[in-house]
């Protein structure tokens, strides 16, 4: 399903969508808050969306690519993942091209996101996971209307230390 803003279409992600995303992947400052390291190697990119595609062919998520409507260019990408049916909640996430910080179009997508969660598939709780001084993810959640829940101390290991994480819940 497509999902459209007022500046944006948010388009089900597809395996051709790889080389733009590993362009965000490569870029050390897009994934200074992520998970794991900058990755080098397009083939891991490659088997990320593979590995997103088949979640979301079993209905488990919800991947979309995010677009300029003016001109069809790849912002980033954006989803609901872990879809729990039977607690009707979901995690949320986002991932934009350096180039497009502070535009407001991750704030335009992911309302756009929360709506389809909301209506279209009836969830009642959303939650996001940020890593401890990601700031503009946090703001941009507080925004969005997600509260802080607690801190997830040592969550996460990332360039040989532990990471500390923020959840964030909003109910719908």
């Not at 790889?18 to 990755?39: G, K, Q, R, T, Y």
């Not at 279209?120 to 802080?148: E, I, Y």
Request: charged share 30%; hydrophobic share 45%; proline share 1%.
């Amino acid at each position: 399903m497509i999902l459209k803003t007022e500046r944006l279409n948010l388009r089900p992600l597809e395996a051709e969508d790889a080389a733009a995303i590993h362009l965000m992947m490569s870029d050390a400052e897009v994934m200074a808050f992520w998970d794991s390291e900058v990755i080098d190697d397009p083939a891991l990119t490659i088997d990320i969306v593979e590995r997103q595609l088949g979640e979301a062919a079993r209905d488990e998520a919800r991947y979309w690519t995010m677009q300029l409507a003016a001109d069809g260019g790849f912002l980033g990408l954006c989803d609901l993942s872990e879809i729990d049916r039977r607690h009707s909640r979901a995690d949320v996430g986002f991932m934009v091209a350096r180039r497009y910080w502070g535009g407001g179009y991750t704030f335009e997508a992911m309302h756009a996101v929360i709506g389809h969660a909301a209506q279209g598939l009836r969830l009642k709780r959303l939650q996001a996971r940020t890593h401890l001084g990601n700031v503009r993810s946090m703001r941009l959640l507080d925004r969005l209307g997600f509260k802080r829940e607690g801190l997830l101390r040592g969550y996460v290991e990332r360039d040989g230390e532990r990471r500390d994480c923020v959840l964030f819940g909003l109910l719908l």
